[in-house]
T-cell receptor, first 114, second 110 residues
Framework: DAEITQSPRHKITETGRQVTLACHQT?????MFWYRQDLGHGLRLIHY???????NKGEVSDGYSVSRSNTEDLPLTLESAASSQTSVYFC?????????????FGPGTRLTVL | QKEVEQDPGPLSVPEGAIVSLNCTYSNSAFQYFMWYRQYSRKGPELLMY????GNKEDGRFTAQVDKSSKYISLFIRDSQPSDSATYLCAIYTGGFKTIFGAGTRLFVKA
């Protein structure tokens, strides 16, 4: 079965370190997204990609970057981790299922920045 | 003003109760509305979608859109403990982008 996976599931790091969160999908979807989820804010879009070599900034992109070298993967990099980036991060991919435009989410990565 | 507003709850109900979850939105041009369910420590999953106004039913779940009031609702009949989760309303805004409500935490007590 097709799926979307994220790694690591949990990460603790220190302020100022570079961190990369992995996202891999086997749906063969062109559209992929990174969100962060914080209490009271719901899901906020960080970056998104419509296909290989395409990346775009979302509403909370400062301090984050992504690259898309193939269809399956969209790694998220925190250039210099800050305590404000402590959050749960979700990767998603989007396709069409039964006529709907459904986003499929990964299980999430819980990141703590000390 | 946020584009989508949702009461975070928590909402606690006894098993068998009818649950009503609601969101309001600001842009009258929005037409494609969704509800996602998120279990603890899991990613959200699509529960239902509706296009434009009206009701859509799927088993014990009914999604309702009132475009005149810019109000969307999810009703759960005969609620079960397994329905305990966070429910997020979502609106597709075009350009492959979706905005999400903050989510309402629901607890169904056995």
């Amino acid at each position: 079965d097709a799926e979307i996976t994220q790694s690591p599931r949990h990460k603790i790091t220190e302020t100022g370190r570079q961190v990369t969160l992995a996202c891999h999908q086997t749906w063969n979807h062109n559209n992929m997204f990174w969100y962060r989820q914080d209490l009271g804010h719901g899901l906020r879009l960080i970056h998104y990609s419509y296909g290989v070599q395409d990346t775009n900034k979302g509403e909370v992109s400062d301090g984050y970057s992504v690259s898309r070298s193939n269809t399956e993967d969209l790694p998220l990099t925190l250039e210099s981790a800050a305590s404000s980036q402590t959050s749960v991060y979700f990767c998603a991919s989007r396709g069409t299922s039964s006529g709907t435009d459904t986003q499929y989410f990964g299980p999430g990565t819980r990141l703590t920045v000390l | 003003q946020k584009e989508v507003e949702q009461d975070p709850g928590p909402l606690s109900v006894p098993e068998g109760a009818i649950v009503s979850l609601n969101c309001t939105y600001s842009n009258s041009a929005f037409q494609y509305f969704m509800w996602y369910r998120q279990y603890s420590r899991k990613g959200p999953e699509l529960l239902m979608y509706t296009y434009s106004s009206g009701n859509k039913e799927d088993g014990r779940f009914t999604a309702q859109v009132d475009k005149s009031s810019k109000y969307i609702s999810l009703f759960i009949r005969d609620s079960q403990p397994s329905d305990s989760a966070t429910y997020l309303c979502a609106i597709y805004t075009g350009g492959f982008k979706t905005i999400f409500g903050a989510g309402t935490r629901l607890f169904v007590k056995a």
